[in-house]
């Protein structure tokens, strides 16, 4: 059974960090696309952060510069790496892993972990 888990939410204040992971198990994602969503109350799922198989990464507008993802050394680990944050990032993440970037909102999700910032 595939299971995505992500860990590392909390509560933190404007301009700290926080750095998310999420372990994957079931089967190898090696050779898949890995991303992270997130998800405010009363607003739409958006796309955070993705990464590819090999390695190509893309961000949303909003934390281009702030977030980094990354692969662990374990082939089925992946982290987010959260800098300079807001109080509008505060939201429920959610880790996700699909064939492809195109199609990794179709693929394995988490159950999320909540970020929340303070101003």
């Known amino acids: 059974q595939v299971q995505l888990v992500e860990s590392g939410g909390g509560l933190v204040q404007a301009g700290g960090s926080l750095r998310l992971s999420c372990a994957a198990s079931?089967?190898?994602?090696?050779?898949?696309?890995m991303g992270w969503f997130r998800q405010a109350p009363g607003k739409e799922r958006e796309f955070v952060a993705a990464?590819?198989?090999?390695?190509?990464?893309y961000y949303a507008d909003s934390v281009k510069g702030r977030f980094t993802i990354s692969r662990g050394n374990a082939e089925n680990t992946m982290y987010l790496q959260m800098n300079s944050l807001k109080p509008e990032d505060t939201s429920v993440y959610y880790c996700?892993?699909?064939?492809?970037?195109?199609?990794?909102?179709?693929?394995?999700w988490g159950q999320g972990t909540q970020v929340t910032v303070s101003s």
């Open positions: 996700a892993a699909g064939p492809n970037i195109a199609t990794l909102s179709a693929g394995y």
């Open positions: 079931g089967r190898t994602f090696s050779n898949y696309a």
């Open positions: 990464i590819s198989w090999g390695g190509r990464t």
